[in-house]
């Protein structure tokens, strides 16, 4: 694709990132038959294609409507058109320069903006979703049935098994999961442990910066990305191996933490390390499945039940791990059902289930329909915000895969 971007835009780094991305993209549209949102819509300005138009038309200094930054909001940055796309096209990193430049160039109303706001500002840290959390779990009983169901009921965490291996990682905390599902990094803990390798948490990491970055605060997400890094070197340069992702949403952006301080003179090499270092806890159990297989109790087995996998977009699109947690579970001796569609996201994105309700929930009623395909006795994914919102639409148990990894262990 030819272009000639806008003076306002065309010497900075955001500008030659997006010119080298749009030339990339040579038109042909095969991106358009993965892509969720044009699915539902059959508009071309929902889809890939017509998205990287209006942004090319912006950057080449085209006014920008209100219109524009629609199209683009409504976009999931599920990333399938980039795995369908046989150009290489990166469209996510696109489109969140995208976003950035619609939204200072036409702002949005006040109430945008504070409901954005209080969603950086609560979402992001742990000891502030946490009473939330709480309140929500006392008041659950009284909730109507809709609501309640948004609401997960309370988890017990479970034992962290003391550290006693030679062979150790790290695993990010995060900001929502400790709060909603408190069982799923002790569940990796307890089954990393049974394979070989003890796991650590550094206690100043937190958020990972994926939610303020999407939602465009991006000088706020650096600075979450550098508090991660300074909390994780000190244990990397004692010999800890790697960096463990038990949430496929922050091990996208984890893994970008070198793209993303590439011009921090201070940051990059050191974030480069840790992109290097990050793995998916998916990774990390594939390469010991011998040894897993001894340990999985018979019995266990059968009574899980058929298991319907839900692979996350971040996991699938965005990191290409795709066929790992089937690969894994099969090696457990599960039986696994098929699902069809399984390249479409479950309308959780982040926070798009809060900014896109309607379309969000209608790719959770075609995702869940999808899932329940084979009857399976219960659902799994690798996402606690996929888990949450697949949750909300079934009545079947929706687990991270390791939590039911660590249920069928002697
Ligand atoms: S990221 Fe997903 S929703 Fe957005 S254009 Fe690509 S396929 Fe469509
Ligand atoms: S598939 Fe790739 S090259 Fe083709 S239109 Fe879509 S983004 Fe452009």
Not at 283 to 303: G, N
Not at 393 to 402: A, Q
Request: aromatic share 4%.
């Amino acid at each position: 694709m030819q272009t000639n971007l806008a003076d306002f835009i065309k010497s900075t780094s955001e500008g030659q990132e997006a010119d080298r991305i749009l030339r990339t993209c040579v038109h042909c549209g095969f991106c358009l038959a993965t892509c969720p949102t044009y699915q539902l819509l059959g508009d071309e300005l929902d889809s890939p294609r017509g998205r990287i138009y209006l942004m090319k038309q912006m950057l080449e200094g085209a006014p920008v409507t209100e219109k524009t930054l629609a199209h683009l909001d409504r976009c999931l940055t599920c990333r399938a058109c980039e795995t369908t796309c046989p150009s290489g096209v990166q469209y996510g990193k696109l489109v969140d320069i995208g976003r950035h430049i619609a939204e200072e160039k036409i702002g949005r109303s006040p109430a945008a903006r504070l409901q954005r706001k209080a969603m950086r500002a609560v979402l992001s840290e742990s000891s502030r979703v946490m009473p939330l959390v709480k309140l929500g779990q006392l008041a659950r009983p009284f909730l109507p049935g809709a609501l309640r169901k948004n609401i997960p009921a309370y988890q017990s965490a479970g034992d962290w098994p003391a550290p006693r291996h030679a062979r150790k990682m790290l695993v990010l905390a995060g900001c929502v999961q400790p709060s909603l599902a408190p069982n799923i990094n002790t569940a990796a803990a307890r089954v990393l442990d049974r394979l070989g390798i003890s796991l650590v948490v550094a206690s100043q990491a937190g958020c990972c910066g994926a939610l303020s970055y999407h939602l465009n605060a991006q000088d706020e997400a650096l600075d979450f990305m550098r508090r991660n890094i300074d909390a994780w070197l000190p244990y990397i340069d004692q010999g800890v191996e790697a960096i463990v992702m038990t949430a496929s949403g922050c091990g996208v952006t984890v893994r970008d933490y070198g793209h993303y301080l590439r011009h921090d003179p201070a940051y990059a090499e050191k974030a480069k390390r840790i992109s290097d270092l990050t793995r998916d806890v998916s990774e990390v159990v594939l390469a010991e499945t011998d040894k897993l297989a001894q340990l999985v109790q018979a019995t266990a087995k059968t009574s899980a039940g058929k298991v319907a996998v839900h692979t996350p977009c971040t996991l699938q699109h965005g990191q290409k791990l795709n066929g790992l947690l089937e690969k894994i579970l099969a090696a457990a001796g599960l039986e696994l059902t098929i699902s069809p569609d399984r390249h479409l996201c479950c309308g959780s994105a982040g926070t798009y289930s809060i900014l896109q309700k309607e379309l969000s929930g209608r790719l959770l009623k075609n995702k869940v329909a999808a899932l329940e395909t084979g009857s399976p006795a219960q659902i799994v994914t690798a996402n606690i915000g996929c888990l949450m919102h697949l949750q909300s639409g079934t009545g079947l148990p929706v687990r991270h895969w390791v939590e039911l990894i660590d249920r069928l262990l002697a």
